[in-house]
């Protein structure tokens, strides 16, 4: 069909003396055309006469796509066996020009962002190969919204703890911190509410205030309003990600960093700047850092097993043999992992991010051939036990041949209660148990406790007096 356009040109050409056959060459028509605009005399482009052949079917297409809950492909199979004569093609092209069954096109809309003013946060899944090994990891990316800067990392997953780690790197990495910063209404952050009713977890909101920010959500389906730090996911995933395989995660995020400068440095067609000359702008209105920046970490407490290794997110760290037993505080870093017996008793290891890993330092190792204590030397903690109570020397004896636990750990739960309890409670429970036979180390810390509560707790109205 002939556009607007074409048909004023062949009006204008045959007004100032032009034969239909050279209008026809000239503009590559058929003469037929030609002549049926002239006929016609009118610029207009005519419109379709005919009937559409979903047009008899519209009301019973409009109650099949509720039943159908908007599959046009099971609403044409309902129409076909209901005897109507039409194609899918046309169907779908009548329910496109009458709106049905259609979401209205709304227009993107544009933000602009002064200097300093906001900062955008998000993260997105992407496969990586680390040492060998294919992983599904999280993104974290972070953007200037005035100056494109930005910021990423990866790691094998995204928690609480790793978004305060990954943020506080980012704002080292920008060199300040924007008034707010701008995330998806994910619940790492989020405690309650949705876009501007967001409340942010207490820990967020603290750390947010102590670096100078506040968070700030976008509205539920307004994915528009967080364009600047979604954009460059698929920059990441097609240009850094794409055949390029890791050491380790370090080696990763050491790669991401230097490429996040040459990707900064570099001329932006769609801003028509470079993003490291507008941070030269920008770098100015941001908010200076606090003068010490603490690490982010996570304190956990845990028992030393048998083998002289701590339990963490399934990797075990090794510990000298002394700590075997014994109760001790983990301080998990970003890089690091501090086992802390006492103040003069630290333990630090690389933190591990694979997982079934053990992490044994040299010092740890014994030599080949030895074992923690010497072939038939008595276990530590029965020295322990033995230096700090002697007269129940027969009951640790009868319980390591009748204990139905395994040695090392009956005995460690000895010393505890040793430690814990008074004195004279425990020796009055372990003489009674070693009355009855009772190896059971359960029933007797039970006995313990019922001896304390009488002994220590006595109340006003339960004295015999």
């Not at 309650?192 to 977890?201: A, D, H, N, T």
């Not at 903690?381 to 230096?387: H, M, R, S, W, Y």
């Not at 036979?437 to 359960?442: A, E, H, I």
């Amino acid at each position: 069909m002939l556009s607007q356009a074409q048909r004023t040109t062949i009006l204008e050409l045959h007004a100032k003396g032009t034969n239909k056959r050279e209008i026809a060459r000239l503009l590559n028509l058929s003469r037929h055309s030609v002549r049926k605009v002239l006929q016609a005399n009118s610029a207009e482009v005519p419109k379709i006469a005919r009937q559409e052949k979903a047009a008899p079917y519209r009301q019973r297409i409009l109650e099949l796509l509720h039943t159908c809950k908007g599959n046009l492909v099971r609403v044409h199979e309902e129409l076909q066996s209901e005897g109507a004569t039409l194609s899918y093609q046309a169907l779908t092209a009548f329910c496109r020009r009458q709106g049905i069954g259609q979401e209205p096109i709304v227009p993107t809309g544009r933000y602009d962002f002064q200097p300093g003013i906001e900062m955008q946060h998000d993260t997105s899944p992407h496969e990586v190969i680390v040492a060998g090994r294919k992983y599904k990891a999280q993104t974290a990316s972070a953007v200037l919204c005035y100056s494109r800067m930005l910021y990423f990392e990866i790691w094998p997953q995204f928690q609480r703890f790793d978004c305060k780690a990954f943020l506080t790197e980012a704002l080292r990495y920008m060199g300040g911190s924007p008034q707010r910063v701008l995330i998806d209404n994910t619940h790492v952050v989020v405690l309650r509410g949705s876009g501007r009713q967001m409340e942010p977890v207490p820990e967020m909101a603290s750390f947010a205030e102590r670096m100078g920010f506040r968070f700030q959500a976008h509205e539920i389906g307004d994915a528009n309003r967080s364009g600047r730090v979604e954009r460059p996911f698929h920059f990441i995933e097609n240009n850094f990600l794409v055949g390029r395989t890791f050491l380790n995660w370090p080696d990763l995020n050491s790669q991401a960093r230097q490429w996040c400068g040459r990707v900064n440095a570099a001329y932006k067609k769609h801003i028509r700047a470079i993003p490291r000359e507008l941070y030269a702008v920008e770098r100015l209105q941001l908010k200076p850092l606090p003068a010490w920046i603490p690490d982010v970490y996570r304190l956990h407490q845990r028992m030393v097993d048998t083998e002289g290794y701590v339990s963490l997110h399934s990797n075990r760290y090794s510990v000298p043999a002394t700590f075997i037993g014994r109760r001790v505080e983990v301080r998990e870093t970003r890089d690091k992992i501090e086992i802390e017996l006492d103040a003069r008793r630290i333990v630090m290891h690389r933190r591990v991010l694979d997982v079934d890993q053990r992490v044994t330092l040299p010092e740890h190792k014994l030599p080949r051939g030895e074992s923690l204590h010497e072939r038939g030397a008595p276990h530590p903690d029965e020295v322990a036990i033995l230096n700090a109570a002697p007269e129940i020397t027969p009951y640790v004896e009868n319980l390591k041949r009748k204990g139905r636990k395994v040695i090392g750990l009956a005995l460690r739960q000895l010393l505890r209660m040793l430690r814990e309890y008074p004195r004279e409670p425990f020796l009055s429970a372990i003489a009674e148990a070693a009355q009855y036979g009772l190896y059971d180390l359960d029933r007797v810390e039970r006995m313990i406790l019922r001896r304390v509560q009488r002994d220590f707790f006595l109340l006003e109205g339960n004295n015999d007096d």
